[in-house]
T-cell receptor, first 114, second 114 residues
């Protein structure tokens, strides 16, 4: 069964550094998402992406964040200058044809900012 | 404002006992409702979803959920819990009125005792 993959599984970085989290959505899916989950808290929506542009973003997704689909298969989340509070699990998800369809989640990348 | 409430932070049940996890939502439009399960260190796996039609939906692993519009609830049930069901359970809601943004509850942690 096809699945969403994410790399790396864990990343440790210094405050102020840039990080790029990578996701490979399911190949025929059209809508892509990033969520984050701070330890012990709920899953929070960050951004959705369709047709090579952001379709919706939350208040969390400020100018420090950006997303890109550079080559038609990867979907990346970049944090330009990480802060301590960016430490969280970041999940990528994709849906096949409709924005409110079933979202298939990747296993997540655990980011730790020191 | 849209919100999702999972009133039970943590539930402990005996193996073989029945289970009900509560989810209440506050939405101004017809919601799309989901239950996801997250095992330790894993991503989110879809258990079941409700878009329309029969208000009792069947999911994987023997789970079911019932949409009750009058109570704004979408409670998850399982008649006989297995030790492997121990995990974190998240209710999520989406709506055409919110674009393609999903809202997650804070989760319910399930412990299964022998």
């Amino acid at each position: 069964e096809p699945e969403v993959t994410q790399t790396p599984s864990h990343q440790v970085t210094q405050m102020g550094q840039e990080v790029i989290l990578r996701c490979v959505p399911i190949s025929n899916h059209l809508y892509f998402y990033w969520y984050r989950q701070i330890l012990g808290q709920k899953v929070e929506f960050l951004v959705s992406f369709y047709n090579n542009e952001i379709s919706e973003k939350s208040e969390i997704f400020d100018d420090q964040f950006s997303v890109e689909r550079p080559d038609g298969s990867n979907f990346t989340l970049k944090i330009r200058s990480t802060k301590l509070e960016d430490s969280a699990m970041y999940f990528c998800a994709s849906t096949p044809g409709t924005p409110l369809g079933t979202q298939y989640f990747g296993p997540g990348t655990r980011l730790l900012v020191l | 404002a849209q919100s999702v409430t999972q009133p039970d932070i943590h539930i402990t049940v005996s193996e073989g006992a029945s289970l009900e996890l509560r989810c209440n939502y506050s939405y101004g439009a017809t919601p799309y409702l989901f239950w996801y399960v997250q095992s330790p260190g894993q991503g989110l796996q879809l258990l079941l979803k409700y878009f329309s039609g029969d208000t009792l939906v069947q999911g994987i692993k023997g789970f079911e959920a019932e949409f009750k519009r009058s109570q704004s609830s979408f409670n998850l049930r399982k008649p006989s819990v297995h030790w492997s069901d121990a995990a974190e359970y998240f209710c999520a809601v989406g709506s055409r009125n919110t674009g393609n943004q999903f809202y997650f509850g804070t989760g319910t942690s399930l412990t299964v005792i022998p």
